[in-house]
């Protein structure tokens, strides 16, 4: 009779570990559909979802980082109950009260890409804002031989990606003391907004050595800017996409900082997956940061639709 008990209580244990087995819903939020960089992050979530059996909804603001509407979106998440979330703020401070609603309703939240001023978090996926922003300045400002007028391109002001990714900028231009920065305007990382930035800051300025855009959409938005004057520098962005890569290839771009889209995609899903499945999660990943250039880009020349999954080994050792 002991042993009879004994079984059953290990098979109702086996069931309750492989409740969550496979099967699970994710409801995963990026900031807009406008950016290369959150398309990748959407492929890398797919793909990580698809491998491990799983299924992803997405949730994206018609309108680009619209507070209202991704308040929205969460409190209809919310009624549907999806298994887990896993979470991009439009803004991190003011979509904390979402945050809120999420830990409320029980639901595990992975956040990834930009980190919410608070809120209880299964996990944090991401990559380090300060540094990317520090690496692709020195890589630029070297290039330049040190010396020479730059710009900053900011994304949108209030993003914790874009304060910490200027503040890199800012401190490499500190250990330069012969480059000059001449103006630091946004472009709300948007290309259109950067290459009418550009256009302006192009009349202002006849000489612009440099070109430091806190993304790759609007270092390319500046290029085009420079292309249609007749004008050359140097030009950064952050977050290795494709056209980054493509602009680098035919020398148009010096180098990009590799954000690890697809791989933020990924690893956030699997980390929402893994807790569900009752298997080990660190509670943060943060991705080194790496410049890409006319001598490394082989790598990275892959289409994300083509890419899979890195193994949850290989990331969290």
């Given at each position: 009779m002991k042993k009879s008990q004994f079984c059953l209580a290990a098979a109702i244990t086996v069931l309750a570990a492989s409740a969550h087995a496979d099967g699970e819903k994710v409801a995963f939020f990026t900031k807009n559909l406008t950016n290369p960089?959150?398309?990748?992050?959407?492929?890398?979530a797919d793909s990580a979802a698809k491998q491990m059996n799983a299924s992803v909804q997405h949730y994206v603001p018609t309108k680009p980082d619209s507070i209202p509407e991704q308040m929205s979106q969460i409190e209809d998440v919310i009624v549907k109950k999806p298994d887990a979330i896993?979470?991009?703020?439009?803004?991190?401070?003011?979509?904390?009260?979402?945050?809120?609603?999420?830990?409320?309703?029980?639901?595990?939240?992975?956040?990834?890409?930009?980190?919410?001023e608070s809120g209880n978090f299964v996990a944090f996926v991401g990559a380090n804002d300060f540094n990317l922003g520090l690496e692709t300045a020195r890589f630029m400002l070297k290039a330049m031989g040190g010396k020479g007028n730059v710009v900053i391109i900011e994304g949108v002001k209030a993003s914790l990606t874009n304060i910490d990714r200027v503040r890199?900028?800012?401190?490499?231009?500190?250990?330069?003391?012969?480059?000059?920065?001449?103006?630091?305007?946004?472009?709300?990382?948007?290309?259109i907004q950067a290459l009418?930035?550009?256009?302006?800051?192009?009349?202002?300025?006849?000489?612009?050595?440099?070109?430091?855009?806190?993304?790759?959409?609007?270092?390319?938005?500046?290029?085009?800017?420079?292309?249609?004057?007749?004008?050359?520098?140097?030009?950064?962005?952050?977050n290795g996409t494709?056209?980054?890569?493509?602009?680098?290839?035919?020398?148009?771009?010096?180098?990009?900082?590799?954000?690890?889209?697809?791989?933020?995609?990924?690893?956030?899903?699997?980390?929402a997956l893994r807790h569900l499945r009752k298997l080990p999660v660190v509670?943060?990943?943060?991705?080194?940061?790496?410049?890409?250039?006319?001598?490394?880009?082989?790598?990275?020349?892959?289409?994300?639709?083509?890419?899979?999954?890195?193994?949850?080994?290989?990331?969290?050792?």
């Open positions: 960089f959150f398309q990748v992050v959407r492929l890398g896993v979470f991009t703020p439009v803004d991190y401070k003011a979509m904390v009260a979402g945050v809120s609603k999420m830990n409320a309703a029980g639901i595990p939240v992975v956040n990834v890409t930009d980190r919410s890199g900028f800012k401190q490499a231009l500190g250990e330069f003391p012969n480059a000059k920065l001449v103006a630091s305007q946004p472009g709300n990382y948007q290309r009418q930035v550009m256009e302006n800051l192009m009349q202002s300025f006849p000489q612009i050595d440099g070109v430091l855009a806190a993304n790759d959409a609007m270092a390319t938005g500046v290029i085009e800017a420079m292309d249609a004057a007749n004008r050359k520098a140097l030009v950064i962005g952050i494709k056209e980054a890569i493509d602009a680098i290839k035919a020398g148009k771009m010096l180098a990009t900082g590799e954000y690890a889209a697809f791989e933020q995609g990924c690893v956030s899903t699997m980390a509670k943060e990943v943060v991705f080194p940061a790496s410049v890409v250039h006319k001598g490394n880009y082989q790598p990275y020349d892959i289409p994300a639709d083509k890419r899979s999954c890195p193994k949850w080994e290989d990331v969290v050792k």
